[in-house]
């Protein structure tokens, strides 16, 4: 199973930007999926979640500015992001719960967590 995050890049202060997380593979099924980010020199840190069902969470410092979906179909997760500011500039991560099959062909429904690889955004002016 593999990640590919994509959709980071540069925005001034105020703007907006949509990453894009699609998960490839033998994929039986996905559990939640969510975003991290990481400062340089920091702990990676929770930003979003969204559950099979499509219930969602939020940190505390996203206030309404972020929109975390997912295309089951596509087995992509986005994260919408607005309203950005320079305290956003990180390195994003996506991370999906994803059941194989060869986990499922043994009669379990494990997840595994998988990451991407992570997508840069920068806000600045």
């Known amino acids: 199973v593999q990640l590919q995050a994509s959709g980071g890049g540069l925005v001034q202060p105020g703007g907006s930007l949509r990453l894009s997380c699609q998960a490839s593979?033998?994929?039986?099924?996905?559990?939640?999926m969510g975003w991290y980010r990481q400062f340089p020199g920091k702990e990676r840190e929770w930003v979003a979640s969204i559950s099979a069902g499509g219930a969602t969470n939020y940190a505390e410092f996203v206030q309404g500015r972020f929109t975390i979906s997912r295309d089951n179909a596509k087995k992509t997760v986005y994260l919408q992001m607005s309203s950005l500011n320079a305290e956003d500039t990180a390195v994003y991560y996506c991370k999906q719960a994803v059941v194989e099959w060869t986990t499922y062909n043994r009669g379990s429904y494990r997840p595994v967590d998988f990451w991407g690889q992570g997508t840069q955004v920068t806000v600045s002016s």
């Open positions: 593979g033998s994929i039986f099924m996905i559990n939640d």
